[in-house]
Nanobody
């Protein structure tokens, strides 16, 4: 599967963005999906994940209550709605196939999209 993230940009603190991750291939509906982010000079960090049937969602404590992960299997797309953005949310956001909070459990990483939050 190939993944392409989009929707990033520059936003002021307190603003919102919605990221999209579009997948190629016919079996997207059977994949668990996750979002990670990486800021300059920092390790890749788990953000959120969703199971193939949307029964299970996971969030990093740092984004819980502000970010929402969702998916539309008919569109082979997973979304990350980001509200109440903070400057510390600034990073490149990437999507991948897998579940859990460690990047070790993921594969098929897509090209990321830059999110910059100004104070």
């Amino acid at each position: 599967v190939q993944l392409q993230a989009s929707g990033g940009g520059l936003v002021q603190a307190g603003g919102s963005l919605r990221l999209s991750c579009a997948a190629s291939g016919r079996t997207f509906s059977s994949y668990h999906m996750g979002w990670f982010r990486q800021a300059p000079g920092k390790a890749r960090e788990f953000v959120a994940a969703i199971s193939w049937n949307e029964v299970t969602t996971l969030y990093a404590d740092s984004v819980k209550g502000r970010f929402t992960i969702s998916r539309v299997n008919a569109k082979s797309t997973v979304y990350l709605q980001m509200n109440s953005l903070k400057p510390e949310d600034t990073a490149v956001y990437s999507c991948a196939v897998g579940l859990g909070t460690s990047p070790i459990g993921y594969n098929s990483w897509g090209q990321g999209t830059q999110v910059t939050v100004s104070s």
